[in-house]
T-cell receptor
Framework: GESVGLHLPTLSVQEGDNSIINCAYS??????FIWYKQESGKGPQFIID?????DKRQGQRVTVLLNKTVKHLSLQIAATQPGDSAVYFC????????????FGQGTELSVKP | ETGVTQSPTHLIKTRGQQVTLRCSSQ?????VSWYQQALGQGPQFIFQ???????GRGNFPPRFSGLQFPNYSSELNVNALELDDSALYLC???????????????FGPGTRLLVL
C-alpha cells in the first residue's frame, strides 16, 4: 500500500552544521512532495515543496532532493540553528486523489548549541 | 503564521459524546482539509472540502463528518466519541493546484481533543 516512511526517528546535530533528513515513499504515482516542520504545540509549517518532474529545489537554507528511481526524498538544512529544532515530516500526494496528503511518522531534529 | 485559525484550542469530552471543531481558512483559499494526528505520529487525512462539497475522504468511519460554508470556513463533527479519538485535529487550507501542479496545504494550530 501507500506509505511514506522516514529512515531515522531522531537526529542530533551541532549548531552550525548541516542537517540531512531522509524520507522514503512507496507510491510511484505520487507527483508532489512537501516538507513540513512541526514545533511542539503547533501545526505543521510548510518548508519547501517539489514536483515529481524536478530532482532538486532550493529555498532559504533548505534544499529538497528527489530521487524517483529509488523513491527517496531528502531535506537538507544548511547551518542548522537552535530554532530549527522540531519534528520534520515529509508528505506526498497524487493529483486527482482528493487532496490527500500522506505523511510519514516524522524525524525529530535536535540542535545542540 | 498561516492565517488558518481553529477553535477551540483544547477540548475534553467523555465517551459517547459529540464534538464540533471549527476552522477558518486562509484568505483566498477555497479548499479545506482535515487531519487527525495521534501523539508521536504523522497527520492522517480525514477528508477534504472544495466549494462546499466533499472532495476526498480517508479511512475514517461515517461518524466523522464535515461541512464547508460559503465563506470557505469549515466544521469537523465527530459523533459517538471513542477513547481512540483523542488526538490533535488539524485543519489545512489550500487553493486548487496551480499551473505548476502545486497545491500547498497550510495548517492551523490544531485543536487538541481528549476523550475520557
Amino acid at each position: 500500500g501507500e506509505s511514506v516512511g522516514l529512515h531515522l526517528p531522531t537526529l542530533s546535530v551541532q549548531e552550525g552544521d548541516n542537517s540531512i533528513i531522509n524520507c522514503a515513499y512507496s507510491n510511484s504515482a505520487s507527483d508532489y512532495f512537501i516538507w513540513y516542520k512541526q514545533e511542539s504545540g503547533k501545526g505543521p509549517q510548510f518548508i519547501i515543496d517539489i514536483r515529481s518532474n524536478m530532482d532538486k529545489r532550493q529555498g532559504q537554507r533548505v534544499t529538497v532532493l528527489l530521487n524517483k528511481t529509488v523513491k527517496h526524498l531528502s531535506l537538507q538544512i544548511a547551518a542548522t540553528q537552535p530554532g530549527d529544532s522540531a519534528v520534520y515530516f515529509c508528505a506526498e500526494t497524487v493529483y486527482n486523489q482528493g487532496g490527500k496528503l500522506i505523511f510519514g511518522q516524522g524525524t525529530e531534529l535536535s540542535v545542540k548549541p | 503564521e498561516t492565517g488558518v485559525t481553529q477553535s477551540p484550542t483544547h477540548l475534553i469530552k467523555t465517551r459517547g459524546q459529540q464534538v464540533t471543531l471549527r476552522c477558518s481558512s486562509q484568505s483566498g483559499h477555497n479548499t479545506v482539509s482535515w487531519y487527525q494526528q495521534a501523539l508521536g505520529q504523522g497527520p492522517q487525512f480525514i477528508f477534504q472540502y472544495y466549494r462546499e462539497e466533499e472532495n476526498g475522504r480517508g479511512n475514517f468511519p461515517p461518524r466523522f463528518s464535515g461541512l464547508q460554508f460559503p465563506n470557505y470556513s469549515s466544521e469537523l463533527n465527530v459523533n459517538a466519541l471513542e477513547l481512540d479519538d483523542s488526538a490533535l485535529y488539524l485543519c489545512a487550507s489550500s487553493s486548487p493546484r496551480d499551473g505548476e501542479g502545486r497545491e500547498t496545504q497550510y495548517f492551523g494550530p490544531g485543536t487538541r481533543l481528549l476523550v475520557l
